[in-house]
């Protein structure tokens, strides 16, 4: 049970800004589908450079919720948005509809955690709207049942994410402040075409791969190693570690039944230019999740020698660049 302390009962717009989060060590497969449970624990890093703002108004006047997510209206995406309000309305046993806009400045469904900043946004701005009172922790535990990843976004900086069997005991928590390393995301954006399999439905085929319990078996050791790399700030094992746990996890994916495969041909291009740019002494590594826009990761003092070169490549239609970012808040300037 979340713990709710009721304050301003007239409040109720509110708007919040969330960063994505890239996972280092990733969530893949879940053992809980309603509580969104995962299999394992996972590390991330918010991305600053990369926002999603989303207003939350509830009104008696409202017949119906209405969702707007860069100005469109789908069905699919406003049915989970309008589950995550429902629990949001139960926590405050109120039943008002509401109006959500919200608004990213960088493209979704296209590998780039959306989903995460999505619903870190909405849980911040609709509690707030509804004038409950939650702690981190607490609001970690609801936007996890938004979209798991979304409990990393809440927090600042470096992130765990706790495996656990309990959902009061899966959340996230901060592992080192924002400015505790300085090491930069460079998103290269390969293609904004959306993916035919959404991230909820592919993490459900995680166990049918044969690979998965290969996977379960040393991704805690993997977690322990993510952990001491960043916090001893050795840079060239942890991008190792990093690079070596995408092409696992996507070794998974595309072994599942049936298979997934997000990976287009740019991203291809940009992993193998990483190993070639690698060999030729630029430490940098790179990171995928579930599409086909690929995350390099590298110090600062490298960043304008690598973004120079990314911008050379010709399926790279956009780059974006990230430093270590803050948990999800809450702004004054609303959508709507
Ligand atoms: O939270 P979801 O359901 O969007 O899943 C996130 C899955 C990955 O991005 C591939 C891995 C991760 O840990 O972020």
């Known amino acids: 049970m979340l713990h709710v302390t009721r304050s301003r009962f007239?409040?109720?717009?509110?708007?919040?800004v969330a960063h994505p989060n890239v996972a280092f060590i990733k969530y893949w497969g879940r053992k809980n589908e309603i509580l969104r449970l995962p299999t394992n624990g996972s590390i991330s890093m918010n991305l600053d450079g990369l926002t999603t703002t989303t207003t939350v108004e509830f009104?008696?006047?409202?017949?119906?919720?209405?969702?707007?997510?860069?100005e469109e209206s789908k069905f699919d995406e406003a049915k989970r948005v309008i589950e995550h309000l429902d629990r949001i309305r139960k926590i405050a046993h109120i039943a008002f509809r509401a109006k959500v806009v919200s608004q990213n400045n960088f493209p979704s469904s296209t590998g780039l955690s959306s989903s995460a900043s999505g619903f870190a946004a909405l849980t911040v701005a609709g509690v707030k709207a509804l004038g409950i009172e939650l702690s981190e922790k607490e609001l970690s535990?609801?936007?996890?049942?938004?979209?798991?990843?979304?409990?990393?976004?809440?927090?600042?900086?470096?992130v765990e994410w706790k495996d656990a069997d309990t959902s009061e005991d899966s959340y996230a928590y901060t592992l080192f402040p924002s400015d505790y390393?300085?090491?930069?995301?460079?998103?290269?954006?390969?293609?904004?075409?959306?993916?035919?399999?959404?991230?909820s439905e592919g993490q459900k085929l995680a166990q049918t791969s044969p690979f998965f319990t290969v996977r379960s078996s040393h991704i805690k050791e993997k977690i322990q190693k993510a952990k001491k790399y960043i916090e001893e700030k050795r840079f060239e094992e942890f991008g190792e570690l990093v690079e070596e746990e995408a092409i696992e996890m996507h070794a998974v994916m595309m072994t599942s039944h049936p298979s997934l495969l997000y990976l287009s041909q740019g991203t291809l291009e940009m992993m193998k230019l990483v190993t070639k740019w690698r060999k030729e002494g630029l430490p940098l590594y790179f990171t995928i999740n579930t599409g086909q826009d690929i995350h390099l990761l590298c110090e600062r003092k490298n960043v304008d020698s690598i973004v120079a070169k990314v911008k050379e490549v010709s399926q790279v239609k956009k780059i974006f660049v990230s430093h270590p970012g803050e948990g999800a808040k809450l702004i004054e300037k609303h959508l709507f």
């Open 10 to 16: 007239n409040v109720m717009k509110a708007t919040a």
């Open 59 to 70: 009104s008696p006047d409202y017949k119906e919720d209405s969702i707007l997510i860069d």
């Open 141 to 158: 535990i609801l936007a996890r049942q938004g979209s798991g990843s979304a409990c990393r976004s809440i927090l600042s900086g470096f």
């Open 181 to 199: 390393w300085d090491i930069v995301d460079i998103v290269a954006v390969v293609s904004t075409e959306k993916k035919e399999v959404p991230t």
